[in-house]
């Protein structure tokens, strides 16, 4: 069973740019779909990136542009770089594992193992 720990969150000013870190094991990182989905105060977990076993890449509109989802094999890790990051960014971030039959999914409730996650704060 694969394992997620994420980490790379923090506080960082309106602009700024965070890399956070998946780490996997129990599985490789290249042998399923890895998530990335965001959880601020008050709502519902929301999807934000997506990693299929190929390497295709699905982004929620909002961050569009500003992120970037992938992986490296050898370090069994998978990683989202936030650029020009907004108040809006604010939430806990998680990554999780997807192993259906599609490339992958925007629906947390088609994910399996979830990391921990790490807190996001963008504030001045």
């Known amino acids: 069973q694969v394992r997620l720990v994420e980490s790379g969150g923090g506080l960082v000013q309106p602009g700024g740019s965070l890399r956070l870190s998946c780490a996997a094991s129990g599985l490789s990182v290249s042998n399923f779909a890895m998530g990335w989905f965001r959880q601020a105060a008050g709502n519902e977990r929301e999807f934000v990136a997506v990693i299929s076993r190929l390497g295709s890449t699905d982004y929620a509109d909002s961050v569009k542009g500003r992120f970037t989802i992938s992986r490296d094999n050898a370090k069994n890790t998978g990683f989202l770089q936030m650029n020009s990051l907004h108040h809006e960014d604010t939430a806990v971030y998680y990554c999780?594992?997807?192993?259906?039959?599609?490339?992958?999914?925007?629906?947390?409730?088609?994910?399996?193992?979830w990391g921990q996650g790490t807190r996001v704060t963008i504030s001045s």
């Open positions: 999780a594992e997807y192993r259906g039959p599609s490339r992958f999914s925007r629906r947390p409730v088609d994910y399996g193992a």
